[in-house]
């Protein structure tokens, strides 16, 4: 009988097509969970972008709650049910991401004496409708500057992550362009 896997020469640009091979490596390490042999990323520095990426989430969350119940004023209850719909999804892109984390075999920090150190974005609580809304802006777009670089520096390292980071940029973009047509309504009122 013909051999179904004949021995196959190591090419980097090719797949693995020695089942044997993939197999053992399943087998081995097995703690390790979703992370196999394949695993091409440095997982202690994509652990690490995670946490900071959960951080400014979290920061994110937390101004965007503050903002929805301190909105007043004419335009307050759009603004605000903006907020609260933005602050909704920040925490689902949290959760996102501390999943990730665990299948990578990390931790999610949600230490909240690190938190505003570790996130990329502020926490600016504002004074007026026009400052929560300048700053928000500011925030997403210090997010979709950070989930682009994370982009960038994963390539095709780890196809996960960089889906998942890739989903959560579209929301992060969606958010920067409601926010500026929030301010430029709000303007011209
Ligand atoms: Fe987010
Ligand atoms: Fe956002």
Known sequence: M?????????????????????????????EDGAV??????????????????????????????????MASGIHAQTAATEFLEHATMEQAHADRISERIIQLGGAPDLNPDTLTARSHAEYVEGSTLADMLRENLVAERIAIESYTEFIRYLGDAD??????????????EEHADDLKTLMERFRDT
């Open 2 to 30: 013909k051999a179904i896997n004949p021995t196959v020469k190591k090419d980097p640009k090719r797949p693995t097509t020695d089942v044997a091979e993939i197999r053992k490596h399943a087998r081995a390490n097995v």
């Open 159 to 172: 196809p996960t992550t960089r889906r998942m980071l890739e989903e959560i940029l579209a929301n992060e």
């Open 36 to 69: 196999t042999e394949g695993y091409r990323a440095d997982r202690e520095m994509v652990l690490r972008l995670l946490n900071e990426s959960l951080a400014t989430e979290m920061v994110c969350v937390l101004r965007y709650k503050r903002h929805y119940y």
